[in-house]
């Protein structure tokens, strides 16, 4: 029995977007450099939403590379890593969406 394997893709894509979202938030070399702290302060955001504790603003702001990697790999399942990248992308995006709203439902039950 030949076994083929899955093409690559458009769909293979997601799994790059993936790993941009995941470099996004990561510490770099020996100074800790993340890329989005850094550009939270270059437009002078707020990297927690109450001072220096609450939600993590860069976490949820990876949405943006979540969502395109969950469209991509459902579009374009028969494409190698799909199915790893829906999942891992699909989890991560529950994770940026429950994050807020336990945020917001602790300000309402605290305040």
Known sequence: MIKQRKPLGIGTLSLLILTLGFAFNYGWGAENFRLGYYLFELLEFPIFSNGD????????????????????????????????????AGFMLLLCIVGPVVDIVDRFVNS
């Not at 991509?72 to 799909?82: C, L, N, P, Q, V």
């Open 53 to 88: 504790q609450g939600l993590h603003l860069p976490f949820v702001a990876t949405a943006i590379f979540w969502i395109p990697a969950v469209i991509m790999a459902s579009k374009y399942r028969s494409h190698y890593g799909t199915r790893v990248a829906f999942n891992v």
